[in-house]
């Protein structure tokens, strides 16, 4: 069942590939790219997160069913996360948002 | 050893094995799935309080939150390893390594609650109770923003709690050779549970602390 094997010399490119792209994330953050920047950081942490699950979790060696329950769960997260971010970014309504300043905390 | 140890409803201690892995896996998932619900509000908030909601986010420490994410990159690579040892029947450098990666979950910890300590010091608490130094209220959008910031941080050092417990009693199974080539799925899930806390804190990094 094992077709693909994590050996040491994996997982520790898999650790210095992690720290290279937090490193790069970092960096990235410092060059003021406005709008891009979350959108690159975000896509950064996508690109370590599949490390992670892939080889420090051993998906890679794993079932299908077990990839499909990550597959899932990403993409539930990506529709929420955009569905529910859409709803305000779109809005044609008055006013757009609560106004805080009408009720402030006592 | 194996029949012992094989539950009446499966054929094999393979199908015994997968059967763990993949509710582990499903475990994993729901988990994620709460976080992916705070995530959505983070996105909604954030674009509809666009410039109050960042606000908020300066008061976090860069060095700090930089610092915890490479702690737990490195802690995902020590129970890596862990793993790996174990496999190949060496259990007690599986024990160091999981001993030595629940010291990295208290290291975090140490300084996410520094990092706490200045915001309390700042008044950058949770909704009502957040405060600016002259005594003035905060715009609403900054009060969202470090609302969530503490709810989300705060779940997640919950879980890297959990993971803590979780890590240090497979270690000491590991110890005491419980747990060997071929018997290792539960220092497996365990480890599991650790790259799940990582991969959260892979996404709160940027979102708190890089974006700002």
Request: charged residues 10%; neutral net charge.
């Amino acid at each position: 069942m094992l077709h693909a094997h994590v050996t040491t010399p994996k997982l520790v490119i898999a650790w210095l590939s992690l720290l290279f792209f937090t490193f790069i994330s970092f960096g990235a953050s410092r060059l003021g790219l406005g709008g891009w920047e979350i959108g690159i950081a975000l896509g950064i942490s996508v690109v370590k997160s599949l490390i992670v699950l892939f080889i420090f979790m051993h998906l890679v060696e794993q079932r299908f069913a077990n990839r499909l329950i990550v597959i899932l769960t990403f993409l539930f997260i990506v529709l929420a996360v955009s569905l529910t971010s859409t709803d305000p970014l779109t809005r044609r309504t008055f006013p757009p948002r609560p106004d805080p300043a009408a009720h402030p905390y006592p | 050893m194996h029949a012992s140890r094989l539950a009446e409803q499966f054929e094999t201690i393979e199908k015994q094995e997968h059967a763990a892995r993949l509710a582990m896996w499903v475990f994993l998932g729901s988990e994620t799935l709460l976080f992916g619900a705070l995530f959505a509000l983070y996105g909604a908030y954030r674009v509809m309080y666009e410039g109050e909601f960042v606000e908020s986010l300066h008061h976090n420490d860069v060095l700090l939150g930089t610092t915890n994410t490479v702690i737990l990159i490195t802690s995902s690579f020590t129970v890596a390893l862990a793993i790996h040892f174990v496999r190949a029947s060496r259990s007690g450098l599986a024990a160091l390594m999981l001993g030595v990666s629940t010291l990295f979950g208290a290291a975090f910890l140490v300084v996410k609650f520094t990092e706490y300590a200045a915001h309390v010091r700042e008044g950058v608490l949770p909704a009502g109770m957040y405060s600016l130094a002259a005594g003035q209220q905060p715009p609403g959008g900054a009060i969202i923003g470090a609302t969530l910031y503490w709810l989300m941080t705060g779940l997640h050092a919950l879980h890297v709690v959990a993971g803590m417990i979780l890590l240090a009693v497979v270690g000491i199974g590991c110890a005491r050779k419980v747990y060997s080539a071929e018997r290792y799925v539960a220092v497996e899930n365990a480890g599991l549970y650790w790259h799940l806390v990582d991969l959260v804190w892979i996404f709160l990094w940027p979102l708190f602390y890089l974006t700002d």
